[in-house]
């Protein structure tokens, strides 16, 4: 089974600290996607990269960037950590760049932001 | 952009009811997929539609694609205490290639 593996389930930071949530996968998925997650609004896509050091923003990038050196790895940053960013953050990994393939999600990573 | 709009938001059921819930799409979509999340879990990938007009079933678990292209519906007979969870609907458009948008998920409650 293909494993999607986030580095930390709960964290607490204070607003203004540089937040780094890492994510690995370990079935050599060419796609890595970052997606927060909040009450009513479903899943809402941050970043997104088809390939090594390549990345593309998705529909609230604002205030994050992302990191892909390696194929398995995708970081994503909060430069600077503001309180609307507490929410859940789901990495999801799939091996189609077409999208014709499910995504397996990681556990999530609860960011609280104080 | 592509939108994703998922209804009811909520749905409680006795044990035995059916349950559907219903996703439309702003555009039309070249496939929709479906995934479930257990309280406290991540989403889970289903099943994924293709086809206009395209019907699948997971044992309890009903699947249709709309002839359009720009809908969906799931449904579950006779529900089960273990059908409780969040279910999403996710579909890519023509110009959101390999990107997936979520609908906003229907939380299922299932009383015993």
């Known amino acids: 089974d293909v494993k999607v593996t986030q580095s930390s389930r709960y964290l607490v930071k204070r607003t203004g600290e540089k937040v780094f949530l890492e994510c690995v996968q370990d079935?050599?998925?060419?796609?890595m996607f970052w997606y927060r997650q909040d009450p009513g609004l479903g899943l809402r896509l941050i970043y997104f990269?088809?390939?090594?050091?390549?990345?593309e923003k998705g529909d609230i990038p604002e205030g994050y960037s992302v990191s892909r050196e390696k194929k398995e790895r995708f970081s994503l940053i909060l430069e600077s950590a503001s309180t609307n960013q507490t929410s859940m953050y789901l990495c999801?990994?799939?091996?189609?760049?077409?999208?014709?393939?499910?995504?397996?999600f990681g556990s999530g990573t609860r960011l609280t932001v104080v | 952009g592509q939108q994703v709009m998922q209804i009811p938001q909520y749905q409680h059921v006795q044990e035995g009811e059916d349950f559907t819930t219903y996703c439309n799409s702003s555009?039309?979509?070249?496939?929709i997929q479906w995934y479930k999340q257990r309280p406290g879990g991540h989403p889970v990938f289903l099943i994924q539609?293709?086809?206009?007009?395209e019907v699948k079933k997971q044992k309890r678990l009903t699947f249709q694609f709309g002839e359009a292209k720009k809908n969906s519906s799931l449904h579950i007979t006779a529900t089960q205490t273990t059908d409780v969870g969040t279910y999403f609907c996710a579909g890519i458009g023509g110009t959101s290639y390999g990107k997936l948008t979520f609908g906003q998920g229907t939380i299922l409650t299932v009383h015993p």
């Open positions: 539609l293709v086809k206009s007009g």
């Open positions: 555009t039309t979509l070249s496939n």
């Open positions: 999801a990994s799939s091996r189609v760049r077409t999208g014709t393939a499910g995504y397996t």
């Open positions: 079935m050599d998925h060419e796609n």
């Open positions: 990269s088809y390939d090594v050091k390549m990345k």
